[in-house]
C-alpha cells in the first residue's frame, strides 16, 4: 500500500508561481516512478509530468515543458511540481500518482492516487 497526500494548492493570478508537494507513505519511495496528473472542469484527468524513482529521469507533458519542474527528495519521501508562469488554462485539480503497473502517461496505469490539491488561476 501506499498512501500519497497532495498539498500546496490555491488561489494564485496569472503570472504568479506555485510550488505543489506529494507526501507519500506506506513502501520503499525511491524504487517508484511518481507522477503528476490534472484534471480539468469538464475534462479527463491527464499527464502532467513524472519522474524516475532516483530522480535523475523526468518526462514532461508538451503543453508544460519549460514551465513546470518536477523533482523528489527520497529522503523525505516527498516528491514536487513547480510551476512558473501560471496561467488561468492551468487551473485544474493536480493528483500526484505512483507505482504505474505499465505506461506512466496513462491514468489506469496508477492504482495509487492522493485525494488531489485544487489550483486556481485568475486572469
Known amino acids: 500500500q501506499v498512501q500519497l497526500v497532495e498539498s500546496g494548492g490555491g488561489l494564485v493570478q496569472a503570472g504568479d508561481s506555485l510550488t505543489l508537494s506529494c507526501a507519500a507513505s506506506?513502501?520503499?519511495?525511491?524504487?517508484?516512478?511518481m507522477a503528476w496528473f490534472r484534471q480539468a472542469p469538464g475534462k479527463e484527468r491527464e499527464f502532467v509530468a513524472a519522474?524516475?524513482?532516483?530522480?535523475?529521469?523526468?518526462d514532461y507533458a508538451d503543453s508544460v515543458k519549460g514551465r513546470f519542474t518536477i523533482s523528489r527528495d527520497n529522503a523525505k519521501n516527498t516528491m514536487y511540481l513547480q510551476m512558473n508562469n501560471l496561467k488561468p488554462e492551468h487551473t485544474a485539480v493536480y493528483y500526484c500518482?505512483?507505482?504505474?503497473?505499465?505506461?506512466?502517461?496513462?491514468?489506469?496505469?496508477?492504482?495509487?492516487w492522493g485525494q488531489g490539491t485544487q489550483v486556481t488561476v485568475s486572469s
Open positions: 506506506g513502501r520503499t519511495f525511491s524504487i517508484y516512478v
Open positions: 519522474i524516475s524513482g532516483s530522480g535523475s529521469n523526468t
Open positions: 500518482a505512483g507505482v504505474p503497473r505499465g505506461d506512466y502517461h496513462i491514468v489506469a496505469s496508477y492504482d495509487y
